[in-house]
């Protein structure tokens, strides 16, 4: 009979991660991201291989997720999803340069760049969110391990304080599942505004 090892230990991590993620941190993110919806500026998500999966499945959560019967949309464009003009600039530039020359086309002041990476030390990942601070762009890291280099190009970042990369990647999902939960809730919940007619204009911040 072959030996399977036993995978309790790997969900003993994962618990002890959890209790330990910066939960002010993702309070904090989450503000952002609420400000970026109420200002309607755009929030651009962005990372590598698994990281690139959980930028789509970000926007996606956002962009549908989120609509709260007002015809305010939230604004997010994952820059993972454009594989043709990924290629291109990585092979016509540099593969450094796919996220960076995106956000080059379209970010602008006040602008969320929103930066996934599990070692937060990607080359492209880096180079974006260099572009986006001189953009005047927002910019929010999730990553792990210590933070890398992303940590202090972020003026926001949520840290999963773990060295085991499938950790790191499980408990990112988990942040950007809280993250989406947080803002549909915030969003739902707030006041139905009307006009003096008895037509429903909008629903809005106060």
Known sequence: M???????????????????LPFDHVENVTNVLVRAYDRQRTVFVFGN????ALASHFACDLSKGTINGSSQRFRVMALTDNVPLMTAWANDSNYEDIFAEQL??????????FAISASGNSPNV???????????????????FSGGRMRAMCDECIIVPCDNMQIIEDLQLCVAHSLFTCLRD???HRPTVYTAGPRLVSRTAR
């Open 2 to 20: 072959i030996s399977i090892s036993d995978c309790r230990p790997y969900f003993d991590l994962l618990s002890r991660t959890i209790a330990l």
């Open 49 to 52: 291989g698994g990281s690139a």
């Open 104 to 113: 080059s086309n379209f970010a602008a002041p006040g602008d969320v760049a």
């Open 126 to 144: 880096i180079k974006a969110l260099r572009v986006a601070k001189k953009c005047g762009s927002i910019t929010v890291g999730l990553t792990g």
């Open 186 to 188: 915030n969003l739902t």
